[in-house]
């Protein structure tokens, strides 16, 4: 079918405001954060479920694929179209509702993470996933995904929070879940699209802490403040917030901000605890101090909320201070055992060396979660290169008993790193799954699965 015939079709069936089918428009919805699709044959910007309905349908019998669309933050190239589809972009979908009593927020796949949280608060209630894309991705995308973000080794992923969820299949049919036998829901939270639309869901809100407190330590390596990290846990901290950067990261911080961070440290931990308890609170960053400085860490609390504000900013501005370095980025996401961080980490950084790209490393210590960033210039150099380097980063996760992702999904960019992560057998299965709810393959092709054929990366084929 034509892209002309079906953008027809579908102003037809939900009139014009609705469909985008001019080049020009179109052109825009084949990326996402990090990758290039193929150019759409339509996109449509449904106001409702029964708009996606009609959608999917109409899709259906036109024999296209669907590709489902949050903000396109995401950085696998999951929202990039691996082949001309029609596309369903949720930006509309952004009805909202709070109830207090039930702590619950009801939320459209359309609405941006932020507002959760803000619409929440007057009700003196929390949204906690955070990902640090928040005033941009939507629900959809982080469910779609399994948004993690600072706050996760406390409280857990945007999946976590789900009570009930609103989908659409690809045959068109309307499906409400909740969270019990065969938890439905939870597969279809981090399927990046390719089981079904998630066009609305109820998620779980919880009150503030009360009382938040927030340290900076600086080591010598990054063995030291990863052997911090696990004895604090282990003397019974539950941190709020464990986030690192490397030295490279750190001096790309300080570079941009000038505000006094230690150049020479090989690893900076920034940690908050938190709760209703004061003393609970206090104690706790008592432990994470001890544990910081009998690994060697300089310590620096923070003395007043401003106080902590500030040294959160040497994190937050991560990405602008990135940006100044080389104008692209690839965002690699890998989770390892905490227990090979160092080696992780000199490895990559070793990796980086010989590729002669400039490679930062940063994330979620608490829970291995590491994001290395090949930063580079597409005028001058390969993109090819960078993709070498982001497969033999996947493959030192492998190596050392981690796994390909832990926020951002495999989307199309770490799809042929599967063959090397699973075995075929364990494929077998999860493609049985994939066609037991889209037996022909229609719902964002070319993401996360292999195809049975495609060979594995390793050694020389990849090169
Ligand atoms: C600067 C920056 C910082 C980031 N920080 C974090 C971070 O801290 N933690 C983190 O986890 N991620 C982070 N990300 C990645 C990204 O923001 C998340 O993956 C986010 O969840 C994507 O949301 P989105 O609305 O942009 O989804 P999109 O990128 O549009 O889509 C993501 C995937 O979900 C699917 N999808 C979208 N909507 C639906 C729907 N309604 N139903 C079914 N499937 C759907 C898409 O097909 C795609 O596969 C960051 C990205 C950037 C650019």
């Keep these: 079918m034509t892209a002309a015939k079906i953008a027809a079709d579908l102003t037809r069936l939900l009139g014009p405001h609705k469909v985008l089918s001019t080049i020009g428009e179109r052109l825009s919805y084949r990326y996402d954060a990090i990758?290039?699709?193929?150019?759409?044959?339509?996109?449509?910007?449904?106001?409702?479920?029964?708009?996606?309905?009609?959608?999917?349908?109409?899709?259906?019998?036109?024999?296209?694929?669907?590709?489902?669309?949050?903000?396109?933050?995401?950085?696998?190239?999951?929202?990039?179209?691996?082949?001309?589809?029609?596309?369903?972009?949720?930006?509309?979908?952004t009805r909202l509702s709070i109830d207090a009593a039930r702590r619950e927020a009801t939320a459209q796949a359309g609405?941006?993470?932020?507002?959760?949280?803000?619409?929440?608060?007057?009700?003196?209630?929390?949204?906690?996933?955070?990902?640090?894309?928040?005033?941009?991705?939507?629900?959809g995308g982080n469910l779609g995904e399994n948004a993690g973000g600072p706050m996760c080794f406390k409280y857990g992923v945007s999946g976590d929070y789900v009570k009930r969820l609103e989908f659409v299949d690809e045959n068109g049919d309307l499906h409400h879940l909740t969270r019990d036998a065969y938890d439905l829901a939870g597969l279809l939270i981090g399927s990046e699209g390719t089981l079904g639309l998630i066009t609305e869901a109820t998620l779980r809100l919880t009150t503030p802490p009360r009382f938040t407190r927030t340290l900076m330590s600086s080591f010598?390596?990054?063995?030291?403040?990863?052997?911090?990290?696990?004895?604090?846990?282990?003397?019974?901290?539950?941190?709020?917030?464990?986030?690192?950067?490397?030295?490279?990261?750190?001096?790309?911080?300080?570079?941009?901000?000038?505000?006094?961070?230690?150049?020479?440290?090989?690893?900076?931990?920034?940690?908050?605890?938190?709760?209703?308890?004061?003393?609970?609170?206090?104690?706790?960053?008592?432990?994470?101090e001890r544990a910081c400085m009998q690994q060697g860490g300089t310590v620096r609390r923070a003395a007043t909320d401003a106080d902590a504000?500030?040294?959160?900013?040497?994190?937050?501005?991560?990405?602008?201070?990135?940006?100044?370095?080389?104008?692209?980025?690839?965002?690699?996401?890998?989770?390892?055992?905490?227990?090979?961080?160092?080696?992780?980490?000199?490895?990559?950084?070793?990796?980086?060396?010989?590729?002669?790209?400039?490679?930062?490393?940063?994330?979620?210590?608490?829970?291995?979660?590491?994001?290395?960033?090949?930063?580079?210039?597409?005028k001058t150099e390969s993109e090819d290169g960078v993709h070498a380097l982001a497969h033999d980063i996947a493959m030192v996760a492998l190596r050392h008993g981690g796994v390909l992702s832990g926020e951002h999904g495999i989307g199309s960019m770490k799809l042929p790193f599967m063959k090397e992560a699973l075995d075929a057998g364990t494929l077998d299965v999860l493609w049985d799954v994939k066609h037991a709810l889209d037996p022909l393959e229609r719902l964002n092709p070319g993401k996360v699965l292999p195809a049975v054929d495609l060979p594995a990366l390793t050694g020389a084929a990849h090169a």
């Excluded at 708009?51 to 396109?72: E, F, Q, T, Y």
């Design 35 to 93: 990758q290039m699709g193929v150019t759409p044959l339509v996109v449509v910007l449904p106001e409702s479920t029964a708009d996606v309905v009609a959608a999917v349908k109409a899709a259906k019998a036109a024999g296209l694929p669907i590709v489902g669309r949050g903000a396109a933050s995401g950085l696998s190239g999951g929202a990039a179209p691996s082949a001309p589809a029609v596309v369903i972009s949720f930006t509309r979908m």
């Design 111 to 139: 609405v941006v993470t932020l507002q959760v949280s803000e619409a929440a608060k007057p009700h003196g209630l929390i949204y906690p996933p955070d990902p640090a894309s928040f005033r941009t991705s939507t629900i």
């Design 220 to 288: 010598p390596d990054v063995g030291a403040a990863a052997e911090a990290v696990s004895q604090a846990i282990a003397a019974g901290a539950v941190p709020a917030k464990l986030e690192f950067m490397d030295r490279a990261c750190t001096n790309a911080v300080e570079d941009y901000l000038k505000i006094g961070l230690p150049r020479e440290a090989g690893a900076l931990l920034l940690v908050d605890t938190d709760g209703d308890d004061l003393e609970t609170v206090e104690t706790e960053l008592e432990l994470v």
């Design 309 to 378: 504000a500030q040294l959160w900013r040497a994190r937050r501005s991560v990405s602008p201070a990135l940006g100044r370095i080389r104008p692209q980025r690839m965002n690699e996401d890998i989770v390892v055992p905490r227990s090979v961080l160092s080696e992780v980490v000199r490895e990559i950084e070793a990796l980086g060396l010989a590729s002669g790209f400039h490679v930062v490393q940063f994330g979620h210590i608490g829970d291995g979660n590491l994001h290395p960033n090949i930063l580079f210039d597409p």
